[in-house]
């Protein structure tokens, strides 16, 4: 597989100087995608993969801390490293408290900039931040489900009929959960618990809305999701044989506990 090149997301609503980044940063072999918002930086985040986010304080809508609260909140581990005009100790400290990993004042070099951002790919890479979820990272292999494949490294699913569809971060996760757990009966919770993590702040109905835009995607593109049965009240099972055997809520609560 060719390795992807990192990906610099920069959230700064100064034009200029996200022109002369995006140039820099090109040239040292870096993609880079500019916001110059907190809302769509969370919004791109949500559906898609950035190695680095590059996050300015003071943007037009929120300030880049409420930008990091949101993205954790939603699972989203991204690194970060504060690209602002404040120099204020107080303003670094409370960068390094939300979970910033580098910060760094303007005026900058853009030495020391590409210096920063290759140690915190280092150090990402070495402790496994490449993750899509909290279950699937962009270095896993292809996998099967009810007749696509499933590629995590271009975030897309490919069908029979030769149509390839992209889609979100959430989505690879609950596939792969799913594909790599059958035939056994996985509650919302344990769902949740694996592609957003532990400490998501996500409901249930949330994460049933992801199950129903698949069954979608998959029904539009003439593959059926048979296989994969909603247990009421408990969660989902998926059954490579397309057979699995139900269970009432009570039965499940006598078997094991609910997670």
């Known amino acids: 597989m060719q390795k992807t090149k990192p990906l610099i997301l920069i959230a700064e609503d100064d034009a200029q100087l996200t022109e002369v980044l995006t140039k820099q940063l090109s040239l040292s072999g870096l993609n880079v995608q500019v916001f110059q918002n907190g809302a769509d930086t969370v919004n791109f985040l949500k559906r898609n993969f950035a190695s680095v986010i590059l996050l300015d304080i003071n943007l037009p ?3 880049g801390f409420n930008v990091i609260h949101q993205l954790r909140s939603e699972g989203i581990s991204v690194p970060v490293i504060f690209l602002t005009g404040f120099s204020d100790e107080f303003y670094k400290l409370k960068g390094f408290d939300v ?3 580098d910060f760094v004042t303007k005026p900058f070099s853009f030495t020391e900039l590409t210096a920063r951002i290759r140690a915190v790919l280092r150090r990402t890479s070495i402790s496994g931040d490449l993750a899509i979820t ?3 990272t962009l270095n896993d292999d292809d996998f099967e489900f009810c007749g696509a494949k499933v590629s995590p490294a271009f975030m897309s699913i490919a069908f029979p009929g030769g149509s390839k569809v992209r889609v979100g971060k959430k989505e690879i996760g609950i596939l792969k959960h799913f594909a790599y757990n059958p035939d056994t009966i996985l509650s919302r919770k344990n769902i949740i618990h694996s592609v957003w993590g532990e400490h998501a702040n996500v409901r249930s109905r949330s994460m049933d809305q992801y199950i129903v835009k698949l069954r979608q995607i998959f029904k539009n593109n003439n593959c059926s999701l048979n296989k994969l049965r909603t247990l009421h009240g ?10 699995p055997t139900l269970m009432t809520r009570r039965e499940y ?3 094991c506990s609910i997670l």
């Open 99 to 101: 979970g910033a990993d």
């Open 253 to 255: 609560a006598d078997s």
């Open 234 to 243: 408990i969660g989902y099972m998926y059954s490579e044989s397309g057979n």
């Open 61 to 63: 809508d929120v300030d």
């Open 134 to 136: 909290g279950n699937a």
